[in-house]
Nanobody
Framework: QAQLVESGGGLVQPGGSLRLSCAASGSILSINNMGWYRQAPGKQREWVASITSGRSTNYADAVKGRFTISRDNAKNTVYLQMNSLKPEDTAVYLC??????????????WGRGIQVTVSS
């Protein structure tokens, strides 16, 4: 199993920007898809964006044009640049990764999440 740790969250005013990072560590041979999800209080977890190992990206309609997902394969890290933030973007953001371990086992691992609050 790989360990994923998110960073970069916090409090930002509406219209502001934040950049989230998620670093994977452990006995990793390679990582296929990586993604970001979010969960607001009282709501179900929702998918935000994903990126393949070849850097193909997809976005939820709610964030398209405002958020950008990217990755650094050498660092096993995925990023989420969030611009033009809105109060409805407030949530705990979690990353996940489809990992091939050195044992040749495949796992889908999750970070613990990080809080993003958009408020004036």
């Amino acid at each position: 199993q790989a360990q994923l740790v998110e960073s970069g969250g916090g409090l930002v005013q509406p219209g502001g920007s934040l950049r989230l990072s998620c670093a994977a560590s452990g006995s990793i041979l390679s990582i296929n898809n990586m993604g970001w999800y979010r969960q607001a209080p009282g709501k179900q977890r929702e998918w935000v964006a994903s990126i393949t190992s070849g850097r193909s990206t997809n976005y939820a309609d709610a964030v398209k044009g405002r958020f950008t997902i990217s990755r650094d394969n050498a660092k096993n890290t995925v990023y989420l640049q969030m611009n033009s933030l809105k109060p409805e973007d407030t949530a705990v953001y979690l990353c996940n990764a489809d990992v091939l371990l050195t044992t040749r086992a495949r796992t889908t691992d999750w970070g613990r999440g990080i809080q993003v609050t958009v408020s004036s």
